[in-house]
């Protein structure tokens, strides 16, 4: 157990479903992240909540929309997703130090999605 | 952007042979970290090095940084199956986010 949960675990949708994923870390951390791993690619950082600030990746497409209400919670909202976006959705979190200092990330089990 | 060079894609060992990974970028980093992802697990941190030219151990795991920090390895003596898994590097340039090698999968035959 290393205090990130993700729920679901599991999820399948269709083009133009809207759903989210939820993750929540209980380790007192202040940053939290979204990766996405594909089948036989580098994992991806979608999106950063560090120190109160957002940082995203510009390539990833606006049909994920992350949502941070507190340092606990971490949301990734998904509409009209695409055959392509099926992969594992992990989320992570670290206590930031500052610029110069950072520290493990731990991961969440991660939700499978499958997207029809 | 900065990219992260992880070879090989995959190893197959048997089971007591050695296995090294390496990583490698073109710009100085300001630190590397290396995770280890089980089959159908997620990615659980293994070790951070900082400083040019450290070398840290861990059982039979051994991390180094090389001297111009720009690369690192991972070496695993005597491989057990324990150890089968994909093994990722991650590197941080000074003032940007971690990125991730692609990873070494790691089989081991026993």
Redesign the interface.
């Known amino acids: 157990e ?1 205090g990130v949960t993700q729920t679901p675990r599991h999820l399948v949708m269709g083009m133009t479903n809207k759903k989210s994923l939820k993750c929540e870390q209980h380790l007192g951390h202040n940053a939290m992240y979204w990766y996405k791993q594909s089948a036989k ?3 991806e ?1 979608m999106f ?1 909540y560090s120190l109160e600030e957002r ?1 995203e990746n510009n390539s990833v497409p606006s049909r994920f929309s992350p949502e941070c209400p507190n340092s606990s919670h971490l949301f990734l909202h998904l509409h009209t997703l695409q055959p392509e976006d099926s992969a594992l959705y ?1 989320c ?1 979190s670290s206590q930031e130090l500052g ?2 200092v ?9 939700t499978r999605l499958t997207v029809l | 952007g900065q990219q ?1 060079m992880q070879i090989p894609q995959y190893q197959h060992v048997q089971e007591g042979e050695d296995f090294t990974t390496y990583c490698n970028s073109s710009t100085t980093l ?2 590397i ?1 290396w995770y280890k992802q089980r089959p159908g ?5 293994l070790i ?1 090095l900082v400083k040019s030219g450290e070398v840290k151990k861990q059982k039979r795991l051994t991390f180094q940084f090389g001297e111009a920090k720009k690369n690192s390895s991972l070496h695993i003596t005597a491989t057990q199956t324990t150890d089968v898994g994909t093994y ?1 590097c ?1 590197a ?1 340039e ?2 940007n ?7 070494t999968i790691l089989r081991v035959k026993s």
């Open positions: 290393t690619k580098p994992l950082l950063v940082v992990l992570a610029a110069r950072h520290n493990e990330q731990f991961f969440g089990p991660g | 992260v300001s630190n970290q697990g997620h990615p659980v941190f951070q990722f991650a941080r000074y003032g986010k971690l990125v991730f090698g692609a990873g």
